[in-house]
């Protein structure tokens, strides 16, 4: 099952965001879960500068084959101008969990 699932990340900068950009995701069955994870605070620099923001961090779990359309679809419903969107393959895990992602997000 290796290399069939990607866990992917996106800051947000409050949880009303985060919420409905998850339920926009679950809606298109585009991902099987997202946790939504509080009190995170994002060091980075934009337009020259460092800047320093609490933001929440959503861990998605999905197919790898949807991470276009996820990142898409956070591309187009985020209000910042360039959100994040960084994925990772999943190489191991409980397989009735990995299983259960197959059954929730459809390939097609």
Known sequence: M?????????????????????????????VACVNIIPGLTSVYK???KVEEDSEVLMMIKTRASKVPDVST?????????VPEVISVPIEGGNPPYLQ???DTVPEN
Request: glycine share 6%; charged share 25%.
């Open 2 to 30: 290796s290399g069939l699932y990607s866990a992917a990340f996106v800051t947000c900068p409050n949880k009303d965001t985060a919420l409905k950009l998850a339920r926009g995701l679950l809606d298109k069955d585009l």
């Open 46 to 48: 934009w337009e020259g």
């Open 73 to 81: 679809y956070v591309r187009e419903n985020h209000p910042y101008d």
């Open 100 to 102: 259960w992602i197959s």
